[in-house]
T-cell receptor, first 114, second 113 residues
């Protein structure tokens, strides 16, 4: 069975600080990887996804993530966070065929202070 | 295109009552899912359906049932609600064309007293 670990439960950063949120998954086969964001009071929205090809994936709002197969990791990064990035971030995985539901990590809450 | 709609937006329910959460998508996606979101636990899959007429159990199916009579609708029923079912419920859908993105509805906030 697949599982996803997100190392940080709550991250607090000042505006303009750099962000890296850790995500590791457990699955022996080929996977699709996703980062979703949930702004306060809203539903989940896709930030970026990796299916194949270039392991460095660029998403919306200046976010990027790097797939490192040897480390089973898919960490999310942003060079300079803004107050509007305050949200909860979820890493998720499903099998390469795409026929399985997404398995989510427990989420990381990001608070950006001015 | 509305995407995924859920109803109601929120509900307060007495324990022991029956409740159906509605979910409708207009994207003709094959697969639909129900998750519950709880603080510190992330999203956990309750039930899913890969195509109309079929359903499957997720990680936390007990106390919930689903049906998939057609492509668009995927209602979630709590036969006899308990306080531990207080949560935010998200419906999601996706095409099964290899690796396609899963889209989420706006959620239903359910409180069981």
């Amino acid at each position: 069975a697949q599982s996803v670990s997100q190392h940080n439960h709550h991250v607090i950063l000042s505006e303009a600080a750099s962000l890296e949120l850790g995500c590791n998954y457990s699955y022996g086969g080929t996977v699709n990887l996703f980062w979703y964001v949930q702004y306060p009071g809203q539903h989940l929205q896709l930030l970026l996804k990796y299916f194949s090809g270039d392991p460095l994936v660029k998403g919306i709002k200046g976010f990027e993530a790097e797939f490192i197969k040897s480390k089973f990791s898919f960490n999310l990064r942003k060079p300079s966070v803004q107050w509007s990035d305050t949200a909860e971030y979820f890493c998720a995985v499903n099998t390469y065929s795409g026929n399985t539901p997404l398995v989510f990590g427990k989420g990381t809450r990001l608070s950006v202070i001015a | 295109i509305a995407g995924i709609t859920q109803a109601p937006t929120s509900q307060i329910l007495a324990a022991g009552r029956r409740m159906t959460l509605r979910c409708t998508q207009d994207m003709r996606h094959n697969a639909m899912y129900w998750y519950r979101q709880d603080l510190g636990l992330g999203l956990r899959l309750i039930h899913y359906s890969n195509t109309a007429g079929t359903t499957g159990k997720g990680e936390v199916p007990d106390g919930y049932s689903v049906s998939r009579a057609n492509t668009d609708d995927f209602p979630l029923t709590l036969a006899s609600a308990v306080p531990s079912q207080t949560s935010v419920y998200f419906c999601a859908s996706k095409s099964l064309a290899g690796g396609d993105t899963q889209y989420f509805g706006p959620g239903t906030r359910l409180t069981v007293l």
